[in-house]
């Protein structure tokens, strides 16, 4: 069994009367693919907001790499290495898909102003390192040929790819994917699945929510189940899917 | 090469038409410097400010203080416009932070508010100490010198009289290709790229690991300093400043040259500023003369018309351009199709 990248203590968020999530805790292992799923509103979205930073959890906390995860502002967790995607895609919509993921390295270099006025030879050298990686990152993600199309020009597949590249350009850990499948059609999600499965054999660890069962099914080493804001299950793909908890959550019964 | 040629013989020709165009020109390229400082933060980094023109007035009361009888200090324009800028600089920070969780038109109001402080400050600081000598301002302002040229007087070089706005103008346009090249490089860096990711997108910019709180700092005191040089330069040519030049609807034609041009492009804030600059000059310099020959007498008054085509620009730029003249395109990075797609 390997080591444990990220451990969640009893998270609980609450919006004014509402119980997005209550007590979560789980455990993320180094290199695999954690899927997180179930009904909607249960809370999936939220989990990755209070453990990106963009909202604080009500209690709880993380532990990340072995370290408590300090959650006081986001670009701190991006720092730590935790890189996520948006359910709705949030890209700089008037920049370039190189630029995009340019932006991505800014938390990995240091140049400031000075060095920007003054290009000096360490800063070109900088400079050229994040073009170079960056082009890399869209080479990966299989967009290469769009690097200088306006984000917003590109086709919705290749957006959830653009924003997959500028994720992976923050050299994380953890890479955190809120639905990347969804609105994609059959092939989209085929090439989507292979991609995703690359990320994993080239070691990164991917906690993914998604709704396609059969995307989730076949792609994870483990799922949690949420169901309004509360953890009923986690467990290897087969014996979730059979759990009788999970079944009447997805049927509502 | 020709537009360089150009610009160099520029205040000849226009010295032709009177000296008032050349210092005409010269408060020209100042809104120039204004508007690519304003640009930083609200076509960068997507901040709306309305009280820009406050650190146009830091800048130029340091300039003043600094270099006048009125405290009795003559330091070199070389020092001061430094000080200016960081000064305006840390009045950029001092507007920044408590700002930094408003945006849009809530931030547009508080900025309006700093910049009337700033110009209440001024004409109230005559008293108990008098520092900026109050509505009347502060007069026989230190021109410019450098190594014993004085910019303030004129000067027979090789049998040619150079005036002194002539001079101001070439200094003024040293200053303008600097002031274009810092604004380039710094829009094509890691920290332009930054501006632009939260422009675009805050939230996603946090998440990508950007700390929006530096960096929009980091725009408020850039385009600040940009401020302050212009407003030292405005007070070394005028010799004399006094609160009335620093109102608010100073903040509002320079936003306007940004907005008209094309927010966040360069060459198109440059464009902005230049045409709302001479436009005006032009109408007060065509509209009395055609008037006078057309009807024979004076029918409207210039600044009526000026008002009345300001409006109806913006009404049509409303309707027809609303990115502005000249809007940001994607810039083009210079590596080959091949080289991307293999
Ligand atoms: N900012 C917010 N303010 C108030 N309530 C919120 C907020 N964000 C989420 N909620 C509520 O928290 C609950 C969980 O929402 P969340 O978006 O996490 O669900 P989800 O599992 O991601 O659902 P979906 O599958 O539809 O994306 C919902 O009831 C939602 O209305
Ligand atoms: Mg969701």
Redesign the pocket.
Known sequence: MSAILLEAHAVAKR??G?R?LHDVSLTIRQGEIYGLI??????????F?VLTGL?SATTGSFTFAGAPLKISAPHQVARAGIARTF?NIRLFANMTALENVMVGRHVRTRAGVLGAVLRDAGTRAEEAAIERRALEMLHYVGIADRANDLARNLPYGDQRRLEIARALATDPKLLALD?PAAGMNATETAALRTLVAGLRADGLTVLL?E?DVKLVMGLCDRVAV?DY?EKIAEDVPEKVQRDPKVIEAYLGV | MLVALALMTLPFALSAAGTAWVRITNLAILYVFLSLGLNIVVGYAGLLDLGYVAFYGVGAYVYALLASPHLGIHLPFWIILPIGAALAAIFGVLLGTPTLKLRGDYLAIVTMGFGEIVRIFLNNLSRPINITNGPQGIARIDPVRLDGINFGRDDVWFGLTVNGPTKYYYLLLLLLIAVIVVNMRLQNSRIGRAWEAIREDETAARAIGIDTTRIKLLAFAMGASFGGVAGGMFAAIQEFISPESFVLTESVMILAMVVLGGMGNIWGVIAGALLLSFAPEMLRYTVVPVQMAVFGRLLIEPEVIRMLLFGLALVLMMRYRPAGLWPLRARQREFSKQDVAK
Do not use: D, R, S
């Not at chain 1, 179930?38 to 989990?47: E, L």
């Open positions: 919006f004014g509402i997005a179930g009904p909607n509103g249960a809370g999936k979205t939220t989990f907001n909202y359910q639905e929510i709704h949420l804001g």
